[in-house]
């Protein structure tokens, strides 16, 4: 099974804060890699797909880059409502998801 | 819009079965792979089941495979999820989530979720 490793497990950020989540994948995906967010009680979010692409509806302050085996997730601009845990999952054989990084506001 | 809704959840003894259900709308249900996701407390995320289109391809990761099953009716919308020799690992919120099945696969659109434990 592919491996996804995130990095950090948790992290705070202020308001308008510049934010970066990484994940590493244990071999090469090519790009088939999704971002999803996850608030208390609530299910899951998709974010980015195709490790760039944003999905319908998602505010542009996020962005995704990477390919192979090194994929980020950015927020450009810490806001209250981005607070949760953020997920990446790849595509590329079976689905494996990262454990997760745990965002707070500061 | 899309909405995903699952039914079907609650409390069952270790070795036992049980069925999951999760009703579609909002989309043509037809179109599109369908999965199961599900949650352990406080735990993360792990794929349990996805199913095409039609339903002659499924696909598990070997921690469910042989226990449990996928199936959809495509005339009621509807998939399910046939869990048997359940365990108490297999507690969980479990999710119906639309796959995007292709060159990129991911899971699009999520439900609330309904959760299972497995306990005597």
């Known amino acids: 099974d592919i491996q996804m490793t995130q990095s950090p497990a948790s992290l705070s950020a202020s308001l308008g804060e510049t934010v970066s989540i990484e994940c590493l994948a244990s071999?090469?995906?090519?790009?088939?890699l999704a971002w999803y967010q996850q608030k208390p009680g609530k299910s899951p979010q998709l974010l980015i797909y195709?490790?760039?692409s944003l999905q319908d509806g998602v505010p542009s302050r996020f962005s995704g880059s990477g390919s192979g085996t090194q994929f980020s997730l950015k927020i450009s601009g810490m806001q209250s409502e981005d607070e949760g845990i953020y997920y990446c999952?790849?595509?590329?054989?079976?689905?494996?998801f990262g454990a997760g990084t745990r965002l707070e506001l500061k | 819009e899309v909405q995903l809704v699952e039914s079907g959840g609650g409390l069952v003894q270790p070795g036992r079965s049980l069925k999951l259900s999760c009703a579609a709308s909002?989309?043509?249900?037809?179109?599109?792979?369908m999965a199961w996701v599900r949650q352990a407390p406080k735990k993360g995320l792990e794929w349990v089941a996805t199913?095409?289109?039609?339903?002659?391809?499924?696909y598990y990761p070997d921690s469910v495979k042989g226990r449990f099953t996928i199936s959809r009716d495509n005339a009621k919308s509807s998939l399910y999820l046939q869990m048997n020799s359940l365990k108490s690992e297999d507690t969980a919120t479990y999710y119906c989530?639309?796959?995007?099945?292709?060159?990129?696969?991911?899971?699009?659109?999520w439900g609330q979720g309904v959760m299972v434990t497995v306990s005597s």
């Open positions: 195709g490790a760039s």
């Open positions: 909002g989309f043509t249900f037809t179109n599109y792979y």
């Open positions: 199913i095409s289109t039609s339903g002659s391809r499924t």
């Open positions: 071999e090469g995906i090519f790009n088939n």
């Open positions: 989530a639309r796959h995007r099945y292709g060159g990129y696969s991911y899971f699009d659109y």
């Open positions: 999952q790849q595509g590329y054989k079976n689905y494996t």
